[in-house]
């Protein structure tokens, strides 16, 4: 059976070791010519909001967007080798993209608040974008709300993949806003708690699935299966042994 599967990359596939916030950091630096006055609020935002939110908070105006994108693809080029010194791939993380991979009816992509070059750089650091499709993900460039990254990694998953539209697709992240991307887009969401967010606050969120990380290979892809095999759960259902 077919399915969409979009992973989140920082926290969930990656720990990016505070290199993100520094890419956040010299991007206004350079654009601003001086350092900002704190540091970037990220927690699932869309590199869009993360930086028109830091000219906000020091009252500067905000550049074109297309200025910001080049300048954020620049300080990412810059800290490929500090993010590969530093961080590091998530445990599981590799067996899991493999193994999602190896479904040939599946698509297996992304959807993150990074605008494109800045996830193939972090993708690429730890050897893991071979194993995704990212022609099929959502991108921070592709939109100023995270649910609204849904749909264009489901216009692009049917317009390369010939996917249907009625296709399962399931989230797999680790912030609130992950949650919310799939409850807002009727998705499904496989919550990790290998962020900053506890299980506890993914499940008020509103996650049905919810995993310390995704270490269990065996465990994540009978979950993914399911999804693919009947579609969506109803969201009242407590026969799912994954239900925290």
């Known amino acids: 059976m077919e399915l969409i599967v979009l992973w989140d990359i920082d926290h969930t596939l990656i720990e990016n070791a505070g290199v993100s916030k520094e890419i956040y950091t010299a991007a206004f630096s350079a654009l601003a010519g001086r350092r900002p006055t704190g540091p970037a609020r990220t927690e699932g935002r869309t590199d869009r909001l993360i930086m028109r939110d830091m000219f906000l908070r020091d009252r500067l105006p905000e550049p074109d967007w297309p200025t910001v994108e080049t300048a954020l693809a620049h300080a990412g080029e810059q800290r490929l080798i500090d993010l590969r010194v530093r961080g590091t791939a998530l445990p599981g993380v590799r067996e899991a993209l493999k193994a999602a991979s190896a479904h040939d009816d599946w698509v297996s992509s992304v959807l993150t608040g990074n605008i494109t070059a800045n996830a193939r750089v972090k993708l690429s650091a730890f050897g893991l974008d071979p194993l995704l499709d990212l022609s099929a993900g959502a991108y921070g460039a592709d939109a100023e709300l995270r ?52 299980a506890e606050e993914l499940t008020a969120a509103g996650a049905s699935v919810v995993l310390p990380d995704l270490s269990d290979t065996a465990q994540l892809l009978g979950i993914l299966e399911t999804f693919a095999a009947h579609g969506k759960r109803p969201r009242t259902s407590t026969s799912c042994p994954w239900t925290r």
Request: net charge negative; glycine share 6%; no cysteine.
């Open 147 to 198: 649910p609204d990254l849904v749909a264009v990694a489901r216009e692009r998953a049917g317009r390369l993949h010939n996917v249907p539209a009625d296709v399962p697709v399931v989230l797999v992240g680790d912030t609130p806003r992950d949650v919310e991307a799939a409850l807002v887009t009727d998705s499904e969401i496989i919550a990790v708690a290998s962020g900053i967010h506890s």
